[in-house]
């Protein structure tokens, strides 16, 4: 074997992590140290098809290749996990503790014929949006690859077949893109859960680099663009990522990304009470759409005692989504799922504080 593999975090065991592997480097391992290739499949099969991590119950696999498999990979998800469910029924909050004890937090969003995963990329997030409760935690560090999928299998381990997934929990996934796309190799793998490249959406809060290297590597993917406020002159004072990355050679970007595939846009719009919601504002933030030919968001903000903003009444909140309309721009409002158990946008790590 070449390539050096993720170990995990804590240094505990030498083993390979087994979740941030894609299926042909969990068959080479296995060749590796002896064992034909055709059993790697078997171990893939148990693994994302019948939720089974513990090879001694593999029971097509022989005993001593089971212990073998036991030897190399490392299948432990996560220290610990508490799982919170929200009154409606319609949201659970996974708080996922570290080998190192660091907290990281995913959502499952239910919906009648299929769930959502929120997931989340770093521990934190170094971004600082003054509206974001991860932002307020600051960033603790970056997930690996296994840890980012060790997201979905644990879904999966509690019940909840996951068909979509959404990079939207703690974390800007563009500022971890090796591990983020190489977690998206492995869910969409065909050995693993299929999912389709179509049902996945990454949401940055508009980080230059990271699209310019999605347009290099030709990296097709659906895209969610928090905007904040599309005004280029006040943005700053709520996200200051507008400082290095200023909205309007991003949405220049942008716009060169999207014209080289047809996956979807979605600009993400948090609103802020006498911040970002005034005829100007919005104005400002149908122009992009119509510039971007993007469906627009809405997201009431979520409050929190650490976060300086109010949301907006419900019924300006529809006058807005009105007015969107009126201007034949899609538009959706963002209901919050999941606001009772602090699983909501904006409120992941709570933990933390
Ligand atoms: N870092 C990425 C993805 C995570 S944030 C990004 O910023 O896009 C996911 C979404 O939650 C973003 O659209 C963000 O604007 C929104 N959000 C953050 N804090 C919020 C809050 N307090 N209330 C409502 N939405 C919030
Ligand atoms: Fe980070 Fe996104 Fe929150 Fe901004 S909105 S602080 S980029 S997680």
Redo the contacts with the bound molecule.
Sequence with gaps: MTQSHEKRIDGMTTKQTFFGLLPEEVKETCKDRGIPSFIGDQVLHWVYNKNILDPAKMRNIAKKNQEIIAEIFDFSLFKSVSSLMSHEENAVKNNCVLFDNNIVECVVLKEKKYNTLCIS?QCG?P?D?K?????VIGFKRQLTAHEIVAQVVYSHSIGYAITNIV???????LLNYENVFKSIDILTHPKTYNISKRNITV???GYMAGVERLIKDERFVNL???V?MADPLRREQIMPTEKRNPILTFIKVVKEYQSMHNRKLTL?Y?LLENVNDSEFDIKSLINLSKYLNAKINL??????PK?PYKPISVKKLHQIRDKIKKEKCPVTVRYKKGQDISA????LGESYL
């Design positions: 990329s997030c971004v949006c509206f974001c409760l991860t932002g990079f939207m929990g703690m974390g800007e996934p949401s940055t809060s969610a663009f928090s904040g993400e948090t997201i009431n903000l979520n409050p929190h976060i909501a946008c904006g409120q």
